[in-house]
């Protein structure tokens, strides 16, 4: 289990919430409120003057994991290469990632893990691949500034494109996080919409929510929601 306190002091960086990592995997369209959405459209250089965005390499995993501990968030699943690393002037300022989760129901016949969850008849309860986006941090001496947003805008962009770890296919996907309530803001601008129902979000997910609402009660006052977006929305609402 992430260390939930620990991820809500650090739920305000660049002038945005940093995400609950849930953990996740594939589901059906739920019903939900829609708010106007603003997506960057291209992936030329961010509105940041002086700001880079490029692809994580190995030689940025001691400072993610770094900044990673000293936010006190979760140092497990931190694959450089699944993530979106912001520089200035050389420096790496902000990074955030996603992480693909398995459909268990779609493992080969006669796996153990996959025929008891085929048998159980727990299929997926979204839509496509399931991505969480996670890991959303920027230095604190460059928050406030915009750096947080656009990290946040090419991780979507990024999750349009996403492909089946299997097929290699471009192919549905839901784009999932956990936050807390009085940040949704700052993801419903870029798209993101509550899951209005505990129902609907996907199982793995649910535990770290139910954790989550009681941390956010005890230590912020607040209450931690499931937040997602399909990559139908993103292409409709940039068309």
């Known amino acids: 289990m992430r260390n939930l306190a620990g991820a809500m002091q650090a739920a305000r960086v660049a002038g945005g919430p940093v995400p609950f990592a849930g953990r996740t995997r594939r589901g059906v369209r739920v ?10 459209t291209s992936r030329s250089s961010p509105d940041v003057a002086g700001l ?5 390499v190995e030689s940025d995993a001691n400072t993610i994991r770094f900044a990673i501990l ?5 140092p497990l699943g931190l694959d450089p290469r699944r ?12 990074f955030g990632q996603l992480k693909p989760w398995e459909t268990l129901s779609r493992r080969r016949k006669g796996d153990l893990v996959g025929n008891v969850v085929r048998f159980l008849n727990l299929e997926p309860n979204w839509r496509g691949q399931l991505l969480e986006l996670a890991s959303l941090v920027v230095m604190p001496e460059h928050r406030g500034r915009g750096v947080g947003t656009a990290l946040l805008n090419r991780l979507i962009e990024d999750s349009i494109d996403a492909k089946d770890p299997e097929t290699l296919l471009k192919q549905e996907t839901t784009l999932c996080l956990l936050t807390l309530k ?11 919409s509550v899951i209005s129902s505990e129902q609907y979000v996907p199982r793995p997910l649910q535990a770290e929510l139910a954790a989550g609402k009681v941390v956010a009660a005890v230590v912020a006052d607040d209450e931690c929601v499931a937040m997602k977006l399909e990559s139908l929305d993103i292409e409709e609402a940039m068309s």
């Open 52 to 56: 880079t965005l490029r692809r994580g």
């Open 83 to 94: 993530f979106v690393v912001a520089e200035e002037g050389g420096q790496l300022v902000g």
């Open 31 to 40: 019903g939900h409120h829609h708010t106007h959405r603003s997506f960057a």
């Open 70 to 74: 000293k936010e006190k968030m979760n």
């Open 182 to 192: 009085s940040t949704v803001g700052f993801y419903e601008k870029a798209g993101f």
